[in-house]
């Protein structure tokens, strides 16, 4: 059983920063694409956030010009820098590393923005 291991969340006032991480085992981080996803109250679980194996990145709309997705190959760790938090980026976070042959997700990070 392959486990991700994801820390950082926490509560934060609008206007704050916050940054997430997720280690995998060498083995998967070195050969997976990495995404962010968050899952808000009542909402489906979306990507927000990814970077692949050779580093290209990608990011939602919602999370672009504030959210930063980055990996660390000596620590087999991705991180994501949000920064400019607001209200509506209220959600459990979670990393997944992925191929087309397999897929893991982290246990999730609450982050909730409020004053």
């Known amino acids: 059983q392959v486990q991700l291991v994801e820390s950082g969340g926490g509560l934060v006032q609008p206007g704050g920063s916050l940054r997430l991480s997720c280690a995998a085992p060498?083995?998967?981080?070195?050969?997976?694409?990495m995404g962010w996803y968050r899952q808000a109250p009542g909402k489906q679980r979306d990507l927000i956030a990814q970077?692949?194996?050779?580093?290209?990145?990608n990011y939602a709309d919602s999370v672009k010009g504030r959210f930063t997705i980055s990996r660390y190959n000596a620590k087999n760790t991705v991180y994501l820098q949000m920064d400019s938090l607001k209200p509506e980026d209220t959600a459990v976070y979670y990393c997944?590393?992925?191929?087309?042959?397999?897929?893991?997700w982290g246990q999730g990070n609450q982050a909730p923005v409020s004053s």
């Open positions: 970077v692949t194996r050779v580093g290209d990145t």
């Open positions: 060498g083995s998967i981080f070195s050969i997976a694409t």
């Open positions: 997944r590393f992925y191929r087309i042959y397999f897929a893991y």
